[in-house]
C-alpha cells in the first residue's frame, strides 16, 4: 500500500496517504517530453517543486488533476521504472523509425518569464502551541512564484539547434512564510 508523504493541501505542506507520488508522474512526463510522445493532460504544482526543474513537473491528485500520454510513435514503447534510495528512476525505451533522429540529442529548456518574490514575516503560534513550534521555526515554509514556458530542444551530433518547440506553460504561486516568535 502507500505510506505517507509529503504533499499540499489548502496552501499546506501536509503529511497524506500517497504524497510524493508526484515525483513519479513528474519524473515520467520529463521523460515523455524527451521521447516526443503526446502529452494529452498535465497539471503543474500549486508551488514550485523542489526535485524537479521548473515546467518539468506532473501534479497528480485523486480525482482531480491525472498524468496522461499517448504512445503517438507507432511502435511498442516500454516504460521501465525503479527507485533505490529516496530517488525514482524511469526509462522509456522503444524503436525510433526516422533514422534522422536516432543520432541527435534532446534537451528540455525552461524559460522563466516571471518571478515572484515571497515575504517572511514573525507571528506568534496558535493559542496553546498546538503543533509545538520552536522560537524561530518556521511554521509556514516560503515558496518564490514563479511563470514559466518549458520548450523540447533537438540538436544534433555537431551541437547544432535542429528545432525547438514549446511544450507547456506553468504558473506556480508564491506563498509567504510564516516564522514563529514566542
Request: proline share 5%.
Amino acid at each position: 500500500g502507500y505510506k505517507y508523504g509529503p504533499s499540499y493541501a489548502a496552501g499546506d505542506d501536509v503529511l497524506t496517504i500517497g504524497g510524493g507520488i508526484c515525483q513519479v508522474s513528474s519524473t515520467l512526463y520529463y521523460c515523455t517530453i524527451v521521447a516526443g510522445l503526446e502529452i494529452l493532460e498535465r497539471d503543474s504544482h500549486g508551488y514550485a517543486p523542489s526535485y524537479t526543474p521548473l515546467g518539468t513537473d506532473a501534479m497528480v491528485s485523486w480525482g482531480s488533476s491525472d498524468f496522461q500520454f499517448r504512445n503517438n510513435t507507432g511502435t511498442p514503447l516500454q516504460i521501465v521504472a525503479s527507485s533505490d534510495g529516496g530517488s525514482v528512476i524511469v526509462a522509456i525505451h522503444g524503436t525510433i523509425d526516422d533514422t534522422d533522429l536516432k543520432d541527435n540529442t534532446v534537451k528540455i529548456r525552461s524559460e522563466i518569464l516571471e518571478e515572484i518574490p515571497c515575504s517572511t514575516r514573525y507571528e506568534a503560534p496558535p493559542a496553546g502551541n498546538p503543533d509545538g513550534y520552536k522560537n524561530g521555526e518556521y511554521m509556514v515554509t516560503p515558496h518564490k512564484g514563479y511563470k514559466v514556458d518549458t520548450y523540447r530542444c533537438v540538436y544534433d551530433m555537431n551541437g547544432t539547434l535542429l528545432s525547438e518547440e514549446k511544450i507547456d506553460y506553468s504558473e506556480y504561486s508564491k506563498r509567504d512564510g510564516v516564522i514563529c516568535e514566542i
